[in-house]
């Protein structure tokens, strides 16, 4: 085993994980369909910023990481590719991974090991995996085995977290699952739990979807404390100090594909169970709309009627990142375009080409344009920006701003 490793999907989670094996010594081919991006990454260019991946892509590239829009024939395999929720259903999309869990098949080894990366909902190997190694004419356990190793590393801080989280290794077969956990062992310092697929499946959907019920809580204080004139920040604050609490902080709304995803997934599948977790769901993409209130009030106040005057800081789902996957921003925009208010104005320092209207290139062009600087990202950039825009009507729903003047969620 471990000859060779084919990564499938070379994209936020696949690229890291890729490298890191290369680094460690591993033998490591990266499969991705998209041409342009492979061809990118055999020019030795990346796809996308995060801190410290030049430095692993260069290293990588000197332990001789290949990058091929084939599959290869090998004893290992990891899938990385992307598990959207179907919009209607709420349900997950198994479309990539099928594909991809097919495209092994055709190139295998006898006794391979398949192992799925991309966050799954819990059945979904049994309901959409399984069975297409059966119908392929494999024996599970013997021509092949499965094994659901879910990451959990966070953008902005990947590398990082790829060496110290720990990770979770569900399989068939305890000892594959043994033989597993010690692959990742070349790079993973942490602690690796075993387990059964079905466990491994269920507890990353789990840890997803109990950050996004405590956002939700934190955002629903946000609200209430809004209407009655209370620091909400100040209340967390306080109520934190209690040995047995630890609530996250509100914010504008929650982006990126995990947290804002992965609790569909379950949504779709228990729908009568649910009730808490839907709740949650609506509560976070109900803040889009909140700022919005909270933007119309600022500028009832202010008597500006001008919509070009509002100014949205950041376009990325979290600081620090290019990630603008769900993002609060782009929801908010949608909602602007719903009431037929065009015209907003949008920076974003790590966004650099204009992918939505009215979006600046330069920081100084787009603050000289607008009165009202709504911050949704809170990029380090602006944090050393707060002498320059304490002049404006700041909205501050990260609650980064020290400065008075700042309206806050
Ligand atoms: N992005 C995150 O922060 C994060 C964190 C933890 C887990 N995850 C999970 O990891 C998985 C991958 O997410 P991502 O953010 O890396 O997605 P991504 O969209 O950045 O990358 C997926 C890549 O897979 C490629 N691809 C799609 N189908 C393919 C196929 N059949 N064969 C080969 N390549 C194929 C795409 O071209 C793309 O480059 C998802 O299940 C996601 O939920 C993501």
């Given at each position: 085993m471990n000859r060779k490793v084919n990564v499938i999907g070379l994209g936020y989670i696949g690229l890291p994980t890729a490298l890191m094996f290369a680094k460690s010594g591993v033998e490591v081919v990266g499969t991705d369909l998209n041409e342009g991006l492979v061809k990118l990454?055999?020019?030795g260019k990346l796809s996308f910023e995060e801190e410290g991946l030049e430095k692993l892509?260069?290293?990588a590239l000197e332990k001789g990481i290949k990058f091929s829009t084939e599959y290869q024939k090998t004893d290992t395999y990891i899938i990385a590719v992307p598990t959207p929720y179907i919009n209607a259903s709420k349900k997950l999309d198994p479309k990539y991974v099928i594909s991809a869990t097919n495209s092994v098949l055709d190139v295998c080894e006898k006794g391979a090991v398949l192992i799925i990366?991309?966050?799954?909902?819990?059945?979904?190997i049994d309901k959409y995996v399984r069975p297409e190694i059966s119908k392929r004419g494999f024996v599970l356990g013997k021509d092949i085995h499965l094994v659901h190793a879910p990451e959990r590393i966070i953008p902005g801080n990947m590398i990082y977290e790829l060496e110290y989280n720990s990770r979770t290794v569900?399989?068939?077969d305890f000892l594959i699952g043994e033989r597993v956990k010690n692959l990742y062992t070349c790079f993973c310092k942490s602690e690796i739990v075993v387990t059964d697929i079905r466990s491994a499946e269920m507890s990353k959907v789990v840890e997803n979807t109990y950050r996004d019920v405590n956002i939700a809580f934190a955002n629903e204080l946000a609200k209430i404390c809004r209407t009655d004139n209370m620091d909400v920040y100040e209340i967390i604050r306080i109520a934190n100090k209690h040995p047995r609490v630890n609530i996250l902080q509100p914010g504008p709304g929650v982006g990126g594909?995990?947290?804002s995803v992965d609790p569909w997934f379950l949504v779709g599948d228990y729908p009568d169970l649910t009730n808490l977790i839907l709740t949650a769901r609506k509560i976070n993409d109900s803040m889009p709309t909140h700022v919005l209130s909270r933007i119309r009030d600022i500028m009832r106040e202010h008597r500006i009627t001008d919509i070009s005057k509002i100014g949205l800081y950041g376009l990325a789902y979290k600081e620090n990142v290019d990630d603008t996957r769900e993002s609060p921003t782009l929801q908010l925009l949608e909602k602007m375009d719903e009431h037929l208010a065009f015209g907003v104005k949008v920076f974003d320092p790590f966004i650099k080409e204009r992918i939505v209207d009215h979006q600046f290139i330069n920081f100084e062009d787009f603050l000289n344009e607008i009165e009202i600087?709504?911050?949704?990202?809170a990029h380090d950039h602006i944090k050393e920006k707060f002498e320059i825009i304490k002049n404006k009507i700041v909205l501050d729903t990260k609650n980064i701003c020290d400065?008075?003047?700042a309206y806050k969620l």
């Open positions: 990454l055999k020019d892509f260069n290293e990366e991309s966050t799954i909902s819990p059945g979904s569900g399989a068939d594909h995990c947290i600087l709504v911050i949704i990202t400065f008075e003047s």
